[in-house]
């Protein structure tokens, strides 16, 4: 069981505006703008409520990343402790998620060209590399930081430019922003807490 961090503000209603507002935005297509006035409304989350298995999903907003990590297989996130993060977990065959690195992905060039990674190809040859890429050690750090002047709860990856910055939306469900370095408008996904493992 995870605490709450009381500068998380009170958790809304699983079924309260907030959540019916994320169901709006998945059926209807909206822009970046869009999707970040609403981030901007949420309120923080602490770091002791990052702590679990969080199952993802994108949040489309025009994105030229939007439908990737879908495509590719991803899962979601782990958070042991604000130490060991495991920030990208991806499905497996026959068994449970399990983390992988993409420290050898030259991601700026992923940044720059989205395009090449929705080509078949790309798709076969990742799974095919895919098992090559599991490792056990954490790829994050869980931090406070301010981000649209707002302390909250983010992910800092260790080898990547990448931060993922959160804001609530449920108990437990998080709306992330990906921040990359380089990349103008922001990528969101969503993130609802997965059942405990029996």
Same mark, same amino acid.
């Given at each position: 069981?995870?605490?709450h961090d009381a500068t998380a503000g009170p958790r809304p209603p699983d079924d309260g505006p907030a959540a019916r507002r994320l169901q709006e935005l998945r059926t209807g297509a909206p822009d970046?703008?869009?999707?970040?006035?609403w981030f901007d409304e949420l309120p923080a989350v602490g770091l002791a409520d990052l702590t679990g298995r969080w199952r993802g999903s994108e949040l489309p907003s025009g994105h030229p990343l939007d439908g990737l990590l879908t495509a590719y297989g991803w899962y979601g996130k782990e958070v042991v402790d604000p130490e060991t993060v495991h920030p990208l977990l991806w499905q497996r065959a026959g068994g449970p998620p399990g983390p992988i690195s993409l420290d050898l992905v030259p991601v700026p060039l992923l940044r720059d060209y989205a395009h090449l990674a929705r080509n078949p190809l790309a798709r076969a040859a990742f799974a095919a590399l895919r098992p090559l890429l599991g490792t056990g050690s954490p790829r994050a +750090? %869980?931090?406070l930081v301010e981000h649209r002047g707002v302390l909250t709860a983010a992910l800092v990856y260790d080898r990547l430019p990448v931060i993922d910055v959160f804001r609530?939306?449920?108990?437990?469900?998080?709306?992330?922003?990906?921040d990359l370095r380089g990349q103008p408008a922001p990528y969101f996904f969503t993130?609802? +807490? %997965?059942?405990?493992a029996g």
């Open positions: 069981m995870t605490g970046a703008a869009t999707v970040l006035a +750090r %869980a931090r609530r939306v449920t108990a437990d469900t998080l709306l992330g922003e990906m993130l609802h +807490r %997965a059942p405990a």
